[in-house]
């Protein structure tokens, strides 16, 4: 049987990395390409609760986000969110959704200064990294397209269950059946959850509103995946029709199901599975671009006059 990694241990291929960015330095987890330039950065933002070890999972080898997605050509960098990691100390309290969003952009500015990141920046997110990604999307030029898991727009609870979210209640709404996660699991995740900053947690509330507001500023594909046992959103088909409609601007939208899955989705059994499709989507985006960029030469070369 597979045994949990020692704590504090790694995948191979991962290490650490800290980015200076806006007058916070951010923790982060770097895996890159064993050999040439990356096809693209993945940026990967951890939920509530969580940090960057979030897409390194101890308990089995398939779980690693971050050396999956080095082995097949992208740079992954899951990042600590600020008031996560070593930038807690310094944001005890942590940053709201919009302060977050300007450390994410100087961050990902400070990375591509420093390494390259091919075709440029995706974001794949998690719960209230998707949250981030979002007002990221909404604010920031530049970005590829944004894969998001467990976070959609209207909560499934009741208002007194989003005030206990801070203190670590209802476990069973975050992972779902036991039997989804690999032996060891709850063994081994104790330096991957961290307590949730207390600005974080007074913004959790607001979300609905606030994503009303930022939707139809989101102009780049988006990949929203909801988990069989997702118990912290509405995601029946009038929910998702009623979302999706909302994110007018984005060119690509899509909603997809992930079979055998908790909230949880990349610490579960179903964390390869989950993981492949979204960088399968990502791969898909850079074909896209790639194709559209030809057509584009073509006609300039043929002397048409482009589409506007």
């Not at 609870?157 to 801070?166: Q, R």
């Not at 209640?169 to 207390?198: C, D, K, Q």
Request: some cysteine; proline content about 6%; aromatic content about 8%.
């Amino acid at each position: 049987m597979q045994q949990p990694r020692p704590p504090g241990s790694l995948s191979t291929g991962v290490r650490h990395l800290t980015l200076e960015a806006a007058g916070v330095t951010l923790s982060c987890l770097l895996a890159e390409v064993p050999d040439g330039e990356p096809r693209a950065t993945v940026v990967a933002l951890h939920g509530g609760g969580m940090t960057a070890g979030y897409f390194d999972g101890k308990a089995h080898p398939d779980l690693s986000l971050l050396s999956l997605g080095a082995r097949l050509g992208f740079t992954v960098l899951a990042v600590d969110r600020p008031g996560y990691g070593l930038s807690a100390g310094r944001l005890p309290d942590g940053q709201t959704l919009a302060e977050q969003a300007e450390v994410l952009q100087a961050a990902l500015e400070a990375f591509a200064a420093r390494y390259a990141t091919g075709a440029g920046f995706f974001l794949l997110a998690h719960s209230y990294g998707g949250k981030l990604a979002l007002v990221t999307a909404a604010r920031a030029d530049g970005l590829l397209a944004l894969d998001v898991s467990g976070c959609g727009h209207r909560y499934g609870v009741e208002p007194a269950e989003l005030l206990e979210i801070g203190r670590g209640a209802h476990r069973g709404r975050n992972w779902g059946p036991l039997w989804l996660y690999p032996p060891g699991t709850f063994r081994s995740i104790g330096s991957l959850i961290a307590p949730m900053p207390v600005r974080e947690t007074a913004e959790v509330a607001h979300w609905p509103a606030l994503f009303e507001d930022l939707a139809p500023r989101v102009r780049i594909p988006v990949r929203l995946t909801f988990a069989e046992h997702e118990a912290w959103w509405l995601h029946g088909e009038r929910d998702l029709a009623d979302l999706t409609a909302r994110l007018a601007a984005a060119p690509v939208v899509r909603v997809e199901r992930q079979p055998a899955a908790g909230h949880n989705i990349s610490l579960g059994w179903a964390a390869r599975a989950y993981h492949l499709r979204a960088l399968a989507f990502f791969e898909e985006r850079l074909s896209v671009s790639a194709e559209d960029e030809r057509q584009s030469t073509a006609r300039v070369r043929s002397g048409a006059t482009p589409r506007v």
